[in-house]
Nanobody
Framework: QVQVVESGGGLVQSGGSLKLSCEVSGRTLSAYDIGWYRQAPGKEREYLARLWDNGLTQYEDAVKGRFTIFRGTTKNVVYLQMNNLKPEDTAVYYC?????????WGRGTQVTVSS
């Protein structure tokens, strides 16, 4: 079993920044990727970014240049730095552990951006 826990969400004004954390624990493989997604009320879950085990990153166009995904000092913690936040970024943000043996999702952390 792999556990995924997101943290760092909260309320921020438009133009502000937040740094989300994703901590993975349990029976993880030696190599895995991490993805960030979000889901706004009434909308489908949206892909945001991915960090491959080899360090490569990919971003969805809506967040490219504003969000940065990176690994912390320990492999099992990955961050999503979000800058220049907009009201349309309001959503529940989810982290996912992606491996050849399957994926695991966290329960999400709420981000609310006020105008």
């Amino acid at each position: 079993q792999v556990q995924v826990v997101e943290s760092g969400g909260g309320l921020v004004q438009s133009g502000g920044s937040l740094k989300l954390s994703c901590e993975v624990s349990g029976r993880t493989l030696s190599a895995y990727d991490i993805g960030w997604y979000r889901q706004a009320p009434g909308k489908e879950r949206e892909y945001l970014a991915r960090l491959w085990d080899n360090g490569l990153t990919q971003y969805e166009d809506a967040v490219k240049g504003r969000f940065t995904i990176f690994r912390g000092t320990t492999k099992n913690v990955v961050y999503l730095q979000m800058n220049n936040l907009k009201p349309e970024d309001t959503a529940v943000y989810y982290c996912t552990y992606i491996s050849g043996h399957g994926d695991s999702w966290g329960r999400g952390t709420q981000v609310t951006v006020s105008s």
